[in-house]
């Protein structure tokens, strides 16, 4: 009997981590799509790897996409600074169109290697406020799968899976623990350094760190 195939787009932080080893505990065979688009937090990616291998991942791509191009976000303009102070609204952290992008490369793949489930770490409770996140989202953007592309059209059905949508932090690091997650091995932070290093100080940073806390459960992250 052939595995059930899954696209899993992997980060390389807690939530996307978590999401893979949800997906394989649920007997996916899973292919792990990371993106580099820009991002000042590159660490996220070599961590993304590290994931990959030791989730057991059956393969893992990194695509390129130039989100640093569009600008108009902390995380892909360096000449823009990264806050370091919670304020009203949605945060300059916020990358324009950043999981549409996601989403539409892991349906190509999906569609190519004939997956019908795609897997995202989007949480919709301990988040930053970005409107790609919501369960309003996901659910859109699984009724465009089915319009855009020849398996939809030809009677197949995409799901998009959001397992972590309504799950605080703590909860999300209490099911990674439970299923092996190595969460020193991931980056979180916005502005890590080079060697994955946290600032302690960015609105990622604060939320895991408060998860941690809450989840009672030791926080192996290494901070500059």
Known sequence: MLAKRAIVLLSGGLDSATVLAIARSQNY????LS?????????ELEAARRIAAALGAHEHRTMRVDLAGIGGSALTDAKMAVPEAVAPGIPV???????????????????VIG???IFVGVNAVDYSGYP?????????FEQLAQVATKAGVEGGRFQ??????????????????????DFGATVSCYQATEDGRACARCDSCRLRAAGFAAA???????YA
């Open 29 to 32: 065979e899973c292919y792990a």
């Open 35 to 43: 993106v580099e688009y820009g991002q000042r937090h590159r660490a």
């Open 93 to 111: 952290t916020y990358v324009p169109a950043r999981n549409t992008l996601f989403l539409s490369l892991a349906l190509g793949w999906a569609e």
């Open 115 to 117: 997956a019908g489930d």
């Open 132 to 140: 790609d996140c919501r369960p309003a989202f996901i659910k859109a």
């Open 160 to 181: 998009i899976h959001a397992p972590l949508i309504q799950m605080s932090k703590a909860d999300i690091i209490r099911a990674g623990s439970g299923l092996g997650v």
């Open 216 to 222: 009672n459960i030791p926080d192996p992250t290494a």
